[in-house]
């Protein structure tokens, strides 16, 4: 048998895996496979080698493991033999990588095949480098690379030529040895050379200015050269296919072009006339003919190339837009995105029938289409293109939808002149595909409406009538329950008819029905459902013959299992029954959502860090829930009522004059209270509670910490009791909430003694931190950041039962002699830590440490015990007025957060 | 880098060679491999023979009951990927005369040589069938 044949077992194991019927006996095949591998590898059996290096291939392509087979790969490479030599190579190539120690001991014979005086070893040596060579190695063996770069064989040279690729590409540092080699291969026969060389320059191109301008000067008439002679050269059957002499040498230098072009007009004029050449004499009958003239394309699109160069492109362009093969039309759609950079206006042409590729059966082309269609709306065309793609909504796939109703929503919210228009459109979007609708922007939309006091009337009842077509459109189910609940009153009535509009007769049961539909659809989820609760509650006090009936649904939940809306339920039921002297202030209207703080919101939500100048983010939603024992989950509809007695002079009235307040009343007041303390704290709460009322009861995980709430009796014990102090927080409250600007500071000590625990719980301290000192896990503080500068401390607090979570105190002290503004403290983790910064104390440091800055950070450590806390931190300030940023990394956490 | 990976995969969806030029993790392997056929292999002959998968595209193309894929960069040129791909089968159609599946299920070894000879680190590097062949010939006569 001769070492390189593979052998018959080879053969044998590969039908015995093509025999095998499940993934189990294949499994089974496989492994008796590699038990024999490894004993013969044991055993050191010379003649198995070649084998079953075959064979672990093979099993590796399977997809199994095979990294025991690693240094037999080692010692075929270090054998004398080709043929082992070839195997161990390709064996090298396969099962390792530039990762794996191993490597490094390959380096050694490396070295001497590349010294081999048998051409094709070098080549083999050459080979692998090239593949899959790390920084040492390239750094260790380039020498011998250039070397070859200037061999006599043809084969050593472009090989050497694309190694040198790769160890540029991890040390670019290396890239001016390489230029000169480099730029005398383009002076080479062989295609192969060329075609190596040109991709070796493009590299160095990318790896360095300074290969750049030197190819700039010395390659470009090599260039232009290669391109004459490979599009003007007679027949060479070897490296000719359809025709044209070797496509991918044209579409390689092309590219090497378009690098050496951009934003150099001397060399773009020196290309300009090669290229009109091959634009214009290539015919586009072939495949191969197409690459090269889609390359000279990008090539003319990317160069500063003259007016009239650009139209041949966009002739050619246009020419393959209306091609019927896919693949051309699908390269064409690629290089528009391209030109619309160079010429909007030529793209513009071709709209038509880039806006029929949208609708093509070919998802690939609808992609592009579709991403292109996005960059050609402009103040003119928005409305027919968006018409057009609204349009397609109707017959799109369910998988295309959400790419569709995504693009259509942000151009219409970019472009959107006249809201009425961004409303028909966007209400026709969620009837369409409401299921795919993102909820930023059906938040969005509400946003919106709640704004346009005129056009109210309109979104109320086109909303309703979608409802009653399309009511498995989840996201439109919401924001029609949401408007039915706020305007059901101008539904019924048609109230604010615009002359367009139809007129529709709407009986108030009628709406109840809608939202009764909405509340009980198999389909619908537990946002939506408790969104139907809170309309239907608002509703009850709108249509107040509707009242009964209200009470009637809203009490079939109360034994719902989702606790969420069994609570709210309860809650309401208890509205409807108990509190008809309140309901109507209660349940008004809700005041129209700042546009502005929504839009930063929506922004801030976006981006992954905590920003701490803005520390309205860092009072969260779990804040205004864990007061109450009762009513901790359903936070939103309590922050709707609140939000809804704004300046509601009634309302505080008989809240006042109500001695024996109920559960209810308390609850309501006990919210009151801490919020007025955290907008003292942080100013500017709004946002949050803008987004609470948007995400009404969003996520479960934020239903709170059921312990800590009721570990705070304080707060129970210690209703707001005396007429006087009630009357006056709440107003400010209600004037807080509902005008949702930043606030008048109100003194926390006016409403109850319970207020600095409440700061607590609004810092998300889960206890009373500051009085009950010995049930807190002491931790030894660090300096966790010290420059000339500045110094930060961070002291640790840890809750007996939640190894999880560590309050950090942290502690900026200004070392220098001038004092820091605008001081900021920024900080990000790991994915597996949460964290959330309370406000700081200040954002002056003072100088030379008088004083300090402190800030509180809570972390919630989700792989405790298994991984280590860490930080990255940031701090800007201001030094007169100058900007300053420091940042570190803090890792040198206790043990055991 | 230009070529990230080159697979051959049949109708059943079984892998018949991969050659990577990033490196992946085995698991990695499984999964890219499996998602990607599931979408050509899903693909009518009237689409294009190009898709968009994470941040790169696939250029396929089907001979017979072998789809042969090959994933790059996303500013590769994918109409001179396609004659790549019919030129690797060509040359292999030069050595073992009129391939099949089985051929490179069997000879596995000499079509990562070829490919050896054709592609380097991503890059192309011979396109002549003969210079692509010759040192495979060359084995093939001293053994």
Redesign the interface.
Same mark, same amino acid.
């Given at each position: 048998m001769?070492?390189?044949?593979?052998g018959t077992r @080879?053969?044998d194991m590969?039908r015995a895996i093509?025999a095998c019927k499940t993934a189990a006996e294949e499994r089974a095949v496989v492994r008796r496979e590699c038990a024999e591998i490894r004993s013969a590898i044991s055993e050191n059996e010379q003649e198995l080698r070649h084998r079953n290096m075959?064979k672990l291939?093979?099993i590796h392509?399977?997809?199994?493991?095979t990294h025991f087979g690693q240094m037999e790969c080692l010692k075929l490479i270090a054998a004398a033999g080709?043929?082992e030599k070839?195997?161990g190579y @390709?064996g090298l190539?396969?099962l390792l990588?530039?990762?794996q120690e191993v490597l490094m001991l390959v380096t050694n014979s490396l070295k001497q095949d590349l010294n081999h005086s048998n051409q094709?070893i070098v080549?083999l040596a050459l080979?692998a480098l090239?593949?899959i060579c790390s920084a040492e190695m390239a750094r260790d063996l380039s020498p011998e690379v250039e070397r070859l770069m200037r061999s006599r064989e043809a084969?050593t040279k472009?090989?050497a030529a @694309?190694?040198s690729?790769?160890i540029v590409?991890k040390v670019p540092d290396l890239a001016e040895n390489f230029m000169g080699p480099a730029s005398s291969l383009l002076k080479e026969k062989h295609?192969?050379i060329l075609?190596?060389a040109v991709?070796l320059c493009t590299e160095l191109c990318k790896a360095s200015k300074d290969a750049l301008e030197y190819m700039r000067k010395n390659c470009i008439e090599g260039l232009v050269r290669i391109l004459r002679d490979v599009s003007n050269s007679s027949y060479a059957p070897?490296?000719d296919?359809a025709g044209i002499s070797?496509?991918?040498?044209h579409?390689?230098v092309l590219?090497l072009m378009r690098v050496l072009g951009q934003g150099d007009a001397d060399c773009s004029e020196y290309m300009n006339d090669i290229l009109a050449q091959v634009a214009t004499r290539t015919e586009s009958k072939k495949?191969?003919a197409?690459?090269i003239l889609?390359?000279c394309v990008q090539t003319i699109m990317g160069i500063e190339a003259t007016s009239g160069l650009r139209v041949l492109a966009i002739n050619i362009l246009g020419r393959f837009l209306s091609n019927r093969d896919?693949?051309?039309?699908?390269?064409a759609l690629?290089m528009l995105m391209r030109a619309i950079i160079v010429d909007t206006q030529a793209v513009q042409r071709h709209r038509t029938t880039i806006l029929e590729c949208v609708k093509d059966?070919?998802?690939?082309?609808r992609?592009r289409a579709l991403e292109l269609v996005f960059l050609l709306v402009n103040d003119t065309n928005v409305k027919p293109l968006t018409k057009e793609l609204v349009d397609y909504l109707y017959v799109a796939d369910p998988d295309f939808k959400e790419d569709l109703t995504a693009k259509i929503s942000s151009i219409v919210e970019k472009f959107s002149q006249e809201k009425l228009w961004y409303l028909d459109q966007m209400f026709k979007v969620l009837s369409l595909a409401g299921n795919h609708v993102k909820d930023d922007v059906w938040h969005a939309l509400v946003v919106v409406i709640s704004n346009a006091s005129e056009l109210q009337g309109f979104s109320v009842r086109s909303l309703y009538k979608a409802l009653k077509a399309f009511v498995d459109q989840g996201s439109l189910v919401r924001v029609a329950v949401w408007c039915i609940g706020e305007y059901g009153e101008v539904l019924v009535n048609n109230v604010g008819m615009l002359q367009a509009e139809e007129p529709i007769t709407v009986t108030e049961s009628d709406a109840v029905d809608a939202v009764e539909l909405a509340l009980n659809r198999y389909s619908a989820d537990v946002t939506t459902r408790a969104m139907s609760l809170v309309a239907l509650l608002k509703l009850s006090s709108r249509f107040p013959s509707t009242s009964e009936r209200i009470k009637q649904i809203v009490s079939q939940n109360k034994q719902n299992i989702v606790l969420e809306l069994q609570q709210r339920s309860i809650e309401f039921s208890s509205i409807i029954q108990r509190h008809q002297s309140i309901r109507p202030s209660l349940l008004e209207r809700m005041p129209a959502l700042d546009e502005a703080s929504y839009l930063v919101k929506r922004a801030s939500i976006t981006q992954a860090t905590i920003a701490a100048d803005k520390p309205a983010l860092a009072v969260t939603l779990g804040g205004l829930k864990l007061p109450n024992g009762v009513a901790k989950p359903a936070t939103s509809p309590l922050a709707d009522l609140l939000d809804l007695s704004t300046d509601d002079a009634p309302a505080i009235t008989t809240a006042s004059t109500n001695t024996a307040p109920s559960d209810f009343l308390q609850d309501l007041l006990g919210i009151g209270g801490i919020n007025s303390s955290t907008t003292g704290a942080s100013s500017s709460a709004s946002t949050d509670i803008l987004i609470d009322l948007l995400s009404i009861g969003s996520s479960p995980s934020q239903n709170g910490l059921p312990a800590a709430a009721f570990s705070l009796p304080a707060q129970e014990t210690k209703p707001v009791s005396t007429v006087p102090q009630v009357g006056h927080v709440v107003p400010e409250v209600m004037d807080l909430l509902g005008s949702l600007s930043s606030s008048t500071p109100v003194s926390g000590t006016k409403s109850a003694p319970a207020i600095p625990q409440d700061m607590d719980i609004l810092d998300g301290v889960p206890s009373n931190t500051s009085v009950s000192g010995p049930d807190n896990i002491g931790h030894s503080s660090i300096t966790a950041f010290q420059s000339a500068t500045l110094k930060i401390n961070f002291d640790f607090k840890k809750q007996p039962g939640k190894p999880q979570e560590t309050t950090i105190h942290a502690t900026f002290t200004n070392l220098t002699s001038i004092s820091y503004t605008d001081f900021v403290f920024q900080a990000a983790v790991p994915k597996f830590i949460q964290l959330r910064l309370d406000p700081a104390s200040s954002s002056i440091a003072p100088a030379n440490g008088n004083g300090s800055v402190t800030q509180g950070l809570n972390v919630t450590n989700n792989q405790h015990g298994q991984k280590p806390l860490a930080m990255r931190i940031r701090m800007s300030y201001k030094v007169n007025g100058e900007d300053r940023l420091e940042q570190g990394q803090v890792s040198n956490f206790p043990p055991g957060l | 880098m230009g070529i990230r990976f080159v697979l051959f995969v049949n109708k059943q969806g079984q892998t018949r060679l991969a050659q990577y030029y990033e490196h992946l993790s085995i698991d990695e392997r499984r999964a890219l491999e499996g998602e990607i056929v599931r979408k050509c292999l899903a693909r009518t002959d009237q689409q294009c023979s190009f898709v968009e998968h994470r941040n790169y595209k696939v250029v396929y193309r089907r001979y017979a009951s072998l789809f042969f894929l090959v994933g790059v960069d996303n500013d590769e040129n994918e109409l001179a990927i396609l004659e790549f791909i019919h030129l690797f089968v060509e040359t292999m159609d030069r050595h073992f005369g009129n391939v099949c599946e089985l051929d490179i299920m069997f000879h596995l070894e000499k079509v990562h040589f070829m490919l050896e000879e054709m592609v380097m680190n991503g890059c192309i590097v011979e396109t002549s069938k003969q210079n692509i062949l010759a040192p495979i010939q060359l084995m093939e006569k001293t053994s």
């Amino acid at each position: 048998m001769s070492p390189f044949s593979s052998g018959t077992r @080879l053969r044998d194991m590969i039908r015995a895996i093509r025999a095998c019927k499940t993934a189990a006996e294949e499994r089974a095949v496989v492994r008796r496979e590699c038990a024999e591998i490894r004993s013969a590898i044991s055993e050191n059996e010379q003649e198995l080698r070649h084998r079953n290096m075959a064979k672990l291939m093979f099993i590796h392509m399977l997809g199994y493991p095979t990294h025991f087979g690693q240094m037999e790969c080692l010692k075929l490479i270090a054998a004398a033999g080709f043929p082992e030599k070839r195997i161990g190579y @390709l064996g090298l190539m396969l099962l390792l990588d530039e990762r794996q120690e191993v490597l490094m001991l390959v380096t050694n014979s490396l070295k001497q095949d590349l010294n081999h005086s048998n051409q094709f070893i070098v080549g083999l040596a050459l080979c692998a480098l090239g593949n899959i060579c790390s920084a040492e190695m390239a750094r260790d063996l380039s020498p011998e690379v250039e070397r070859l770069m200037r061999s006599r064989e043809a084969n050593t040279k472009k090989k050497a030529a @694309l190694c040198s690729i790769r160890i540029v590409r991890k040390v670019p540092d290396l890239a001016e040895n390489f230029m000169g080699p480099a730029s005398s291969l383009l002076k080479e026969k062989h295609h192969g050379i060329l075609i190596s060389a040109v991709q070796l320059c493009t590299e160095l191109c990318k790896a360095s200015k300074d290969a750049l301008e030197y190819m700039r000067k010395n390659c470009i008439e090599g260039l232009v050269r290669i391109l004459r002679d490979v599009s003007n050269s007679s027949y060479a059957p070897e490296y000719d296919i359809a025709g044209i002499s070797d496509p991918f040498l044209h579409i390689r230098v092309l590219k090497l072009m378009r690098v050496l072009g951009q934003g150099d007009a001397d060399c773009s004029e020196y290309m300009n006339d090669i290229l009109a050449q091959v634009a214009t004499r290539t015919e586009s009958k072939k495949n191969a003919a197409n690459a090269i003239l889609y390359e000279c394309v990008q090539t003319i699109m990317g160069i500063e190339a003259t007016s009239g160069l650009r139209v041949l492109a966009i002739n050619i362009l246009g020419r393959f837009l209306s091609n019927r093969d896919n693949n051309i039309r699908y390269v064409a759609l690629n290089m528009l995105m391209r030109a619309i950079i160079v010429d909007t206006q030529a793209v513009q042409r071709h709209r038509t029938t880039i806006l029929e590729c949208v609708k093509d059966a070919d998802a690939s082309i609808r992609k592009r289409a579709l991403e292109l269609v996005f960059l050609l709306v402009n103040d003119t065309n928005v409305k027919p293109l968006t018409k057009e793609l609204v349009d397609y909504l109707y017959v799109a796939d369910p998988d295309f939808k959400e790419d569709l109703t995504a693009k259509i929503s942000s151009i219409v919210e970019k472009f959107s002149q006249e809201k009425l228009w961004y409303l028909d459109q966007m209400f026709k979007v969620l009837s369409l595909a409401g299921n795919h609708v993102k909820d930023d922007v059906w938040h969005a939309l509400v946003v919106v409406i709640s704004n346009a006091s005129e056009l109210q009337g309109f979104s109320v009842r086109s909303l309703y009538k979608a409802l009653k077509a399309f009511v498995d459109q989840g996201s439109l189910v919401r924001v029609a329950v949401w408007c039915i609940g706020e305007y059901g009153e101008v539904l019924v009535n048609n109230v604010g008819m615009l002359q367009a509009e139809e007129p529709i007769t709407v009986t108030e049961s009628d709406a109840v029905d809608a939202v009764e539909l909405a509340l009980n659809r198999y389909s619908a989820d537990v946002t939506t459902r408790a969104m139907s609760l809170v309309a239907l509650l608002k509703l009850s006090s709108r249509f107040p013959s509707t009242s009964e009936r209200i009470k009637q649904i809203v009490s079939q939940n109360k034994q719902n299992i989702v606790l969420e809306l069994q609570q709210r339920s309860i809650e309401f039921s208890s509205i409807i029954q108990r509190h008809q002297s309140i309901r109507p202030s209660l349940l008004e209207r809700m005041p129209a959502l700042d546009e502005a703080s929504y839009l930063v919101k929506r922004a801030s939500i976006t981006q992954a860090t905590i920003a701490a100048d803005k520390p309205a983010l860092a009072v969260t939603l779990g804040g205004l829930k864990l007061p109450n024992g009762v009513a901790k989950p359903a936070t939103s509809p309590l922050a709707d009522l609140l939000d809804l007695s704004t300046d509601d002079a009634p309302a505080i009235t008989t809240a006042s004059t109500n001695t024996a307040p109920s559960d209810f009343l308390q609850d309501l007041l006990g919210i009151g209270g801490i919020n007025s303390s955290t907008t003292g704290a942080s100013s500017s709460a709004s946002t949050d509670i803008l987004i609470d009322l948007l995400s009404i009861g969003s996520s479960p995980s934020q239903n709170g910490l059921p312990a800590a709430a009721f570990s705070l009796p304080a707060q129970e014990t210690k209703p707001v009791s005396t007429v006087p102090q009630v009357g006056h927080v709440v107003p400010e409250v209600m004037d807080l909430l509902g005008s949702l600007s930043s606030s008048t500071p109100v003194s926390g000590t006016k409403s109850a003694p319970a207020i600095p625990q409440d700061m607590d719980i609004l810092d998300g301290v889960p206890s009373n931190t500051s009085v009950s000192g010995p049930d807190n896990i002491g931790h030894s503080s660090i300096t966790a950041f010290q420059s000339a500068t500045l110094k930060i401390n961070f002291d640790f607090k840890k809750q007996p039962g939640k190894p999880q979570e560590t309050t950090i105190h942290a502690t900026f002290t200004n070392l220098t002699s001038i004092s820091y503004t605008d001081f900021v403290f920024q900080a990000a983790v790991p994915k597996f830590i949460q964290l959330r910064l309370d406000p700081a104390s200040s954002s002056i440091a003072p100088a030379n440490g008088n004083g300090s800055v402190t800030q509180g950070l809570n972390v919630t450590n989700n792989q405790h015990g298994q991984k280590p806390l860490a930080m990255r931190i940031r701090m800007s300030y201001k030094v007169n007025g100058e900007d300053r940023l420091e940042q570190g990394q803090v890792s040198n956490f206790p043990p055991g957060l | 880098m230009g070529i990230r990976f080159v697979l051959f995969v049949n109708k059943q969806g079984q892998t018949r060679l991969a050659q990577y030029y990033e490196h992946l993790s085995i698991d990695e392997r499984r999964a890219l491999e499996g998602e990607i056929v599931r979408k050509c292999l899903a693909r009518t002959d009237q689409q294009c023979s190009f898709v968009e998968h994470r941040n790169y595209k696939v250029v396929y193309r089907r001979y017979a009951s072998l789809f042969f894929l090959v994933g790059v960069d996303n500013d590769e040129n994918e109409l001179a990927i396609l004659e790549f791909i019919h030129l690797f089968v060509e040359t292999m159609d030069r050595h073992f005369g009129n391939v099949c599946e089985l051929d490179i299920m069997f000879h596995l070894e000499k079509v990562h040589f070829m490919l050896e000879e054709m592609v380097m680190n991503g890059c192309i590097v011979e396109t002549s069938k003969q210079n692509i062949l010759a040192p495979i010939q060359l084995m093939e006569k001293t053994s």
